[in-house]
Structures are given as C-alpha cells and as structure tokens.
C-alpha cells in the first residue's frame, strides 16, 4: 500500500515535542500484517513514558501509545494467523506468548514502536482477534487495563464466587476488576476520592464504596465489612504508603496485586500482617497473549461493556492526555478512523 498517513511522534523525549507527522504508510514484512488502526485507548503508563523523558530503549522517532483496535488490510509472506478484513487488537507486551514473563519484556509504546498512527505494521504474533461484542472503541480498552485486572483476578488469583476484591480508584483497570469479579459472583469494594465516583461504581456492580478522603484508614472499614477476615483480593494500584493499608486488609490466604505506582516506584508495608495471614504479595505486569485470548473470549460471554469516559478524534491528543492528567472514570479512546 504506497500514499502517507498522520502518526503521533517524538523526536526528542518529552510530551512538548509531540507532533502529528505526515509519513509513508509502511509495507508489512515476512510474517508481519498491515493494520488500520481505528481507535487507540490511553494507559497511566502514558503520562509516565511521556513526561519522565524515555529511557534508553524508546526507538526515535518514537511513536507513543500501545492500545489498539483495528481491520487487517494487508498481509507479508507466511502469514498464517490472520487474514485480510480480520479485526484485531494489539498485545501489549508483544514477544510474552504465555507462561512466566521473558526477560526483557519489551512492550508496545516503549521499548517496541507505539501504535497512534493511522496504520501500523507488526509481525501476526503480536496481535489477537478482537471481540466479536465490542465495537473497535471499546475493544481498544482491553490489551492493558483490561487484561491487568484479568491477570490479577483469573489467571494468577484463580477468582471464586463469594470472595471479595478491593479495587482502589476508578481508572481502566479498577472499573474492568469491578465488572469482571461482579460478573464471577465476587463481592466489590471501591476506594474512590469522590462520592460521584463511587455512586458510578455501585451502578456498574460494586457492593460497597469507601471514600478515602474521609476514610483514610480503608483497611479498618474493609475488615469491618467483612466481618473481620479482610479481603480475597486486593489491587494495589497507588503503591507508596497505601500498601501498608492493602497489608492491613488482606484475607488469610489473600492475594495484593501490586499493578500501580502513582505514588511513586518505591513503597513500605508491615511485614506482620502478610505473615500472620499467609498473604501473597504479587506483581502485576498487564499479561500474556493467552491470557489477553481468554479476556476477550469472556468479555464475549459475559457481555462486558466497557467503561468509556470520553473519545478524541486523532488531532486532539495533547487535550486527550490533559483529560488523563485529571483523572478520567474509566477509559480515554481516541478514535483515529471513524
């Protein structure tokens, strides 16, 4: 396919050197499809590789973002996974197929080229076919925030009817923990800073909703909810001093996924309250392509839908990660093809 299309990029680290840029469209390669993206949703993760100046592994011109929905249009040779008109989404962590995590991982807008274009190319191992539920807006939500609470859940927390999960704010990963574990039959505790938040979260199936503004210790409400024994599973999404609360709240035999760091990469907790109660401590890192297969097949059964805040056509970006700055109740899509 020859002609140019629009792509987000840097030339230099830095969310202020962004610039939409007209470039050839590629060709794929042996064993590689051409994908016309359709929608793109946005990740925490973005605000950290745009605003912390990039590491030593960002290729330049580098291409932001690693969330994707699209329609296969072209295929290289020895393609065999995909044919053309297939829709897909985009693995996040590209080369982690299943099992424990490579060394390294390389993930789709850091270390392998981001996907805010209106085409990319990439080999048919990095993909997986869309939900057949979803519309391309919708589906672009699933490869990270989707597939991180469906890790921590379902593929290593082996989720049970009758348990009950802690999600902690109401970002993409929180909101696809509350539908998913409601779906299961596990009973949801919300930690939100704010009441309209929180009364959002009860409609979409939680159980329960703290305010930990006025609740700052959420541990002790946690326990009194649950009649003392604490919860199944907890996803520690702030890090820093809040996981001395998750440390205080978890269950005998429970489970912390530690999946985010918004206050910040380091964290202290009481080491005593994870012994006496024979806890997990776990590290989320999203998740495998068998893993992201098996979301997608769920979401299909489940009927999920989900939870979009707001769309930006692909000229608004930069006001897309202004949006994301202030903190969005679930998930930021921006639509590259109508």
């Not at 020859?2 to 792509?7: A, L, P």
């Not at 996907?115 to 939500?141: I, K």
């Not at 379902?154 to 109401?170: F, I, K, S």
């Not at 495998?288 to 056509?313: F, K, M, S, T, W």
């Amino acid at each position: 396919m020859s002609g140019t299309m629009k792509r987000w990029q840097l030339r230099q680290p830095g969310r202020a050197h962004l610039e939409l840029a007209d470039v050839a469209i590629p060709n794929p390669g042996p064993g590689e499809v051409l994908v016309r993206v359709s929608a793109v949703s946005l990740n925490y993760r973005e605000k950290l590789v745009l605003d912390g100046g990039g590491n030593s592994d960002m290729p330049l011109p580098f291409v932001p973002t690693s969330d994707m929905a699209g329609e296969v249009v072209a295929t290289g040779a020895g393609v065999r996974r995909f044919k053309e008109g297939a829709r897909v989404i985009a693995n996040f962590q590209t080369d982690w197929l299943e099992g424990p995590a490579p060394r390294p991982v390389r993930s789709l807008g850091g270390s392998a080229p981001g996907v805010l274009a209106e085409y990319v190319a990439m080999p048919e191992s990095w993909l997986v076919a869309a939900p057949t539920t979803l519309d391309d807006v919708r589906a672009s939500t699933l490869p990270c925030a989707g597939l991180t609470a469906w890790t921590a859940l379902v593929e290593l927390g082996a989720l049970r009817p009758g348990q009950t999960v802690v999600t902690q704010g109401t970002g993409g990963v929180s909101l696809f923990a509350v539908q998913l574990a409601s779906a299961m039959g596990a009973r949801v505790i919300v930690l939100s800073g704010d009441e309209d938040k929180l009364s959002r979260a009860r409609e979409l199936g939680a159980a329960h909703g703290i305010h930990r503004g006025h609740t700052p210790d959420w541990a002790k409400v946690v326990l009194d909810l649950t009649d003392g024994q604490g919860a199944d599973h907890i996803l520690e999404v702030v890090g820093g001093e809040n996981l001395a609360r998750s440390a205080n709240a978890i269950a005998p035999g429970g489970r912390i996924s530690l999946i985010g760091v918004l206050e910040g990469f380091e964290a202290r907790f009481p080491v005593l309250p994870v012994l006496q109660s024979q806890g997990v401590l776990q590290g989320i890192f999203v998740g495998h392509r068998r893993g992201l297969e098996n979301l997608v097949r769920a979401v299909d059964q489940l009927a999920l839908e989900p939870v979009i805040d707001a769309v930006y056509p692909l000229a608004e970006f930069p006001k897309a990660l202004e949006h994301l700055d202030r903190g969005p109740f679930g998930k930021l899509v921006i639509r590259v093809r109508s």
